[in-house]
Structure formats: C-alpha cells, structure tokens
C-alpha cells in the first residue's frame, strides 16, 4: 500500500486551510451583504408605502382644468415621502388609470432616466397581478441595474372647478441596489485578490518548511541508520527546531543507554566466562591430578565437587538474570501474604546450609504483617541475602521485619567482618571483585528484584557485622 507523503501533506493541508478559509469568508461576506441589501431595501420601501398611505396628494397651484393626462399640469408634494440612504436610495413612480406617468416629469429627466422610469412602469404594467398578489419586493432589472420595487394603489385630490375631485393613480416606489451590489463585488474581487496572494504566499511558505522538514528528518534518519550500524557515540548538530531538537537529543540518549548496555553485556560475558574459567580449570587440574596419581581421590574428589557447584550456583544465577530480563517474568505476580512467615519459610530453606557452617538464623518480629507484593522475588531476595551472611559471619544472622512510615523493612544483620568502605557502594553490582576477592551474582540479582518491587536495598557497616535493610511499600 502507497504510504502519504508527510512533506507533501504540510504543502496541501496548509493551502487547503488558506484556501477553505479565504471561501468560507468569501461565502459569508456575501450573504451577509445580500441580506443586508434586502433588508435595507426592504426597509426603505415599507416606510415609503407607509408614508404614502398616510399622506393626501395635493396639487401645489390651482389647475383650471384637468383630466388626469396632462402631465404638464400636475405636481405633487412628493419631497414629502422621498427619502435619501446612504446604501439605499428610494425613488417614486406615479402612474394614472390611464398607464400614464405622472411623475417624474420625463421633461425632467435625461434620455438614460427617461428609459429607465419607462422599463420600470411596463414591468409593473405587465406584472400587475403580481404585485397586487404578492405584498413582498420585487425584483426587476434593466440596462444593467437592479431594482427592488413595490406598489400601492392611492388617489389624489384635486381641485375642478368649483369641488375638489379624487383621482386614483398607483404609487410606484422603487430602489437600485446596482452601486450596492457594485461595492460588494468589487470587495469580493479584493477578497479574491487577496485569496490568490495570500495562496501564492502560503504554497511559497509551505514548500520553504517543507524542504527544512525534510532536510530534518533527513538527517535524523541518517542519524538513527548510523545508531543501528552499532556506532552509539555519534552525535547529532541542533536543529532549527526545537521538536527536533528534542527528538534528536532523545535518539542520542537511547544511543548512550545502547551503547551502555552493550558495553554492560560485554562486561557481563567477559565476567561469566572468567567466573566459569576458574572452576573448569580447578576441576581440570585435579582431574588431570587424578589420572597421573598425584593426588588421593578424596581430596581432589571433594575439590571437584565444591568447584562444580560453584559453577552451578553461577550458571543458575546467570540464567535467572537473563529470565527477568525477558517481558514474560519481568511482570509482577502480586498477591497478599504475611510478612513474616515468607521469612519463616525462606530461613527454612536455607537453614542446612547454616546448620553445616556451624551458623544460626535468628528470626524476630514484632507483630504479623501483611503486604502486597510479588512473593517469589521477594523470597528470592531474603535468599540471597542470607547466603551472602552465611558466607561472611561468625556464628549469628538475625532477620527481623517491621512497619515504619507505611512501609516495611526487613533487616538481616550478620556478626561477621565489616565490609571494606572502598567496596561498599558496589557490592550490588555484577561480578564486582571486592578487595576480599569473591565475586558472585546473588547481590546484584538482589537490588534488580528489589528495583521491580518498587523498593530498595542497601548496606550498612555496624561495630560488629554488618547490616542489609530492605525497604518496601506495603502495598
């Protein structure tokens, strides 16, 4: 399946925005200019028709005689009614029952006026059922113009002879929103001006980042190939951005943690292989005693056999290392369980051990304690522990456990020799050779269990032995 183009997509999704935008405004600029007009229009023309409903015509002199067609004749008090807007202009048509205009006076007018008055009173003429039907505006065009228009018969009063007369006329009133409509398209020909420069600057801006971006990605892919080829102290230069700053700073950092860990297998396998040497080539000299008959079978068979276990014990931790490394046993099996009788039974399982170095586990606690926790680890732990204080004290290892701040602390104290001040901060670490020369794993497989708990462990030297204090939440 063809995967996008993350440089091309900045390019679209930024012209699409500019573009999606510039439309939406476009779209709403002139709807809402639309509406305006019409209603303005609208309003306009309802208060003409209003005011002239509320108004009677009179002539402005005596007329000695008229019949209603003589358009020289008759002027009325339109000033009264018509009215002047700043977006729109409302004008007035005065027709007769005969179709004859009226007002204006066409004398009045120019040529262009003239036809315009003409076009607007034929459409009415031709359109009178509509507008007698429909009490909204309507819309009429000529010569390029737009008129909104309305229509209401009335009547003038006029003088003949010695009674004044009623004449019915209709009372054409009108508007044209063609300089209205004229601003909004010469706005929207801005808005367009500006879409297509604000669009050129966009796709130019775009096509700028995009170019940066890919040089940036670029150079971390490159980056990222090199960490793969193995080489985890190459640096990468800052970047203009600080997301990509950020990011290369974290692919050197996995580069470092990499590169240590590689550098802590290499150690760890050189470590095994020297800790495995030593008792394979104990066992090989004695055995090879054996067969030319320098020693006695006893001695040499009680060696070999304190060497392999030796290399038993070692192999057996290498491999616990190498399971709580994988995700399957790294996950916590959590269960509620005393305190105190998990200590009962790891001191159990250890006490032979004591019993034939003439050793004695003493166990103390001052009331029962729950917690919440994984339980093998935890016993593991205590395990090596104590073998490491069966190895090192004189006669005694007490193992007590209490409650202290809402976690719990198990101490286990040996009276045996104080540990060298230069070793102290490192005998959790692997294979660390102290100055007593012993190396092992059963400390360092200590701490990595007791971390997993969300605890931890350390050493204290006392006046006479030494002291191991774990620390774990409760819960």
Same mark, same amino acid.
């Given at each position: 399946?063809? &995967?996008?183009?993350?440089? %091309?997509?900045?390019?679209?999704?930024?012209?699409?925005?500019?573009?999606?935008?510039?439309? @939406?405004?476009?779209?709403?600029?002139?709807?809402?200019?639309?509406?305006?007009?019409?209603?303005?229009?609208?309003?306009?023309?309802?208060?003409?028709?209003?005011?002239?409903?509320?108004?009677?015509?009179?002539?402005?002199?005596?007329?000695?005689?008229?019949?209603?067609?003589?358009?020289?004749?008759?002027?009325?008090?339109?000033?009264?009614?018509?009215?002047?807007?700043?977006?729109?202009?409302?004008? @007035?048509?005065?027709?007769?029952? *005969?179709?004859?205009?009226?007002?204006?006076?066409?004398? %009045?007018?120019?040529?262009?006026?003239?036809?315009?008055?003409?076009?607007?009173?034929?459409?009415?003429? %031709?359109?009178?059922?509509?507008?007698?039907?429909?009490?909204?505006?309507?819309?009429?065009?000529?010569?390029?113009?737009?008129?909104?228009?309305?229509?209401?018969?009335?009547?003038?009063?006029?003088? !003949?002879? +010695?009674?004044?007369? $009623?004449?019915?006329?209709?009372?054409?009133?009108? @508007?044209?929103?063609?300089?209205?409509?004229?601003?909004?398209?010469?706005?929207?020909?801005?808005?367009?001006?500006?879409?297509?420069?604000?669009?050129?600057?966009?796709?130019?801006?775009?096509?700028?980042?995009?170019?940066?971006?890919?040089?940036?990605?670029?150079?971390?892919?490159?980056?990222?190939?090199?960490?793969?080829?193995?080489?985890?102290?190459?640096?990468?230069? /800052?970047?203009?951005?600080?997301?990509?700053?950020?990011? #290369?700073? +974290?692919?050197?950092?996995?580069?470092?943690?990499?590169?240590?860990?590689?550098? !802590?297998?290499?150690?760890?396998?050189?470590?095994?292989?020297?800790?495995?040497?030593?008792?394979?080539?104990?066992?090989? #000299?004695?055995?090879?005693?054996?067969?030319?008959?320098?020693?006695?079978?006893?001695?040499?068979?009680?060696?070999?056999?304190?060497?392999?276990?030796?290399? $038993?014990?070692?192999?057996?931790?290498?491999?616990?290392?190498?399971?709580?490394?994988?995700?399957?046993?790294?996950?916590?099996?959590? $269960?509620?369980? *005393?305190?105190? @009788?998990?200590?009962?039974?790891?001191?159990?399982?250890?006490?032979?051990?004591? /019993?034939?170095?003439?050793?004695?586990?003493?166990?103390?606690?001052?009331?029962?304690? =729950?917690?919440?926790?994984?339980?093998?680890?935890? /016993?593991?732990?205590?395990?090596?522990?104590?073998?490491?204080?069966?190895?090192?004290?004189?006669?005694?290892?007490?193992?007590?456990?209490?409650? =202290? *701040?809402?976690?719990?602390?198990?101490?286990?104290?040996?009276?045996?020799?104080?540990?060298?001040?230069?070793?102290?901060?490192?005998?959790?670490?692997?294979?660390?050779?102290?100055?007593?020369?012993?190396?092992?794993?059963?400390?360092?497989?200590? &701490?990595?269990?007791?971390?997993?708990?969300?605890?931890?462990?350390?050493?204290?030297?006392?006046?006479?032995?030494?002291?191991?204090?774990?620390?774990?939440?409760?819960?």
């Amino acid at each position: 399946m063809m &995967k996008k183009n993350f440089a %091309n997509r900045i390019i679209l999704n930024f012209t699409l925005v500019v573009v999606v935008g510039f439309l @939406t405004v476009y779209f709403l600029f002139n709807s809402v200019m639309d509406n305006h007009i019409r209603a303005e229009a609208e309003a306009e023309l309802d208060r003409e028709i209003m005011m002239v409903n509320e108004i009677e015509f009179f002539p402005n002199f005596p007329v000695i005689e008229w019949r209603g067609n003589s358009l020289e004749d008759v002027q009325f008090f339109i000033g009264s009614v018509h009215s002047n807007r700043a977006i729109v202009n409302v004008d @007035t048509i005065i027709i007769n029952n *005969n179709e004859v205009i009226l007002h204006p006076n066409p004398l %009045n007018l120019s040529e262009i006026e003239a036809a315009q008055i003409e076009a607007l009173a034929n459409f009415w003429h %031709n359109n009178q059922s509509l507008f007698e039907a429909n009490d909204d505006m309507i819309m009429a065009t000529h010569a390029g113009h737009t008129f909104y228009m309305r229509a209401t018969p009335h009547y003038i009063i006029q003088p !003949n002879l +010695s009674f004044l007369e $009623t004449v019915p006329v209709y009372v054409i009133v009108y @508007t044209d929103i063609t300089p209205a409509m004229n601003l909004k398209n010469s706005m929207n020909q801005i808005l367009l001006v500006l879409l297509a420069i604000s669009g050129a600057l966009t796709l130019i801006i775009s096509i700028i980042l995009q170019a940066r971006f890919k040089r940036s990605i670029k150079r971390l892919s490159i980056h990222a190939d090199i960490i793969g080829q193995g080489n985890f102290d190459e640096k990468i230069e /800052e970047f203009n951005y600080a997301e990509f700053n950020h990011l #290369g700073g +974290s692919m050197t950092n996995m580069a470092g943690m990499l590169g240590a860990y590689e550098s !802590n297998q290499k150690q760890f396998f050189q470590n095994a292989s020297h800790e495995l040497r030593t008792p394979l080539m104990s066992i090989q #000299g004695y055995a090879e005693g054996l067969q030319s008959g320098v020693f006695e079978d006893s001695d040499a068979t009680a060696i070999i056999l304190e060497e392999s276990q030796k290399m $038993t014990e070692l192999v057996d931790d290498i491999l616990y290392l190498s399971k709580l490394n994988t995700s399957e046993n790294s996950q916590l099996n959590l $269960t509620s369980f *005393n305190v105190n @009788t998990l200590i009962a039974s790891a001191s159990a399982r250890i006490k032979i051990i004591a /019993e034939k170095s003439n050793k004695q586990i003493i166990m103390s606690s001052s009331a029962d304690i =729950e917690i919440q926790t994984d339980k093998d680890k935890l /016993e593991r732990t205590i395990i090596n522990i104590l073998s490491n204080a069966i190895r090192y004290a004189k006669s005694e290892i007490h193992i007590n456990s209490m409650v =202290e *701040n809402n976690q719990l602390n198990i101490v286990i104290t040996n009276d045996g020799p104080p540990i060298d001040e230069i070793d102290l901060p490192h005998i959790f670490d692997r294979f660390y050779k102290g100055s007593s020369g012993n190396t092992g794993l059963g400390l360092a497989i200590t &701490k990595d269990l007791i971390m997993r708990l969300r605890g931890t462990v350390h050493a204290i030297n006392l006046e006479f032995g030494v002291k191991f204090v774990i620390c774990l939440p409760l819960k």
